[in-house]
């Protein structure tokens, strides 16, 4: 099924599905349109702790790569492939490396 048929039910949403609606990949649009769906409550979308924690983790390390000029690790995706999400309320800060910045608590 693609995800444009999918109306009236439940998603999980694995950490892949915010890392490529976050960063700038060939997975992008869909998973974006799979979001959209989700914040429009056509779809119910649900994450764990664990998704949560993977995705800061990910990007954190994307974010501590550039910042460093180290080459990037297993994560699939790279700093200069992070972009900002219409979506993402604090998506317009950004480090000094140009990536989006991480808000501290």
């Known amino acids: ?3 444009s048929g999918l ?3 439940s998603v999980f949403l694995d950490t892949n599905i915010l890392m490529y609606a976050f960063t700038e990949t060939r997975f992008t649009p869909a998973c974006e349109e799979l979001l959209e769906k989700v914040r429009n409550d056509v779809v119910k979308g649900h994450v764990n702790s664990t998704v949560i924690d993977e995705f800061f983790h990910n990007v954190l390390l994307m974010q501590i790569q550039a910042e ?3 080459p990037p690790t297993g994560t699939g995706t790279t700093a ?6 219409s979506s993402c309320p604090r998506s317009s800060a950004r480090s000094s490396s140009g990536a989006p910045a991480i808000a501290s608590a």
């Open 7 to 9: 109306r009236d039910c």
């Open 1 to 3: 099924m693609k995800i």
């Open 68 to 70: 460093k000029g180290m």
């Open 80 to 85: 200069s492939s992070l972009r900002s999400c």
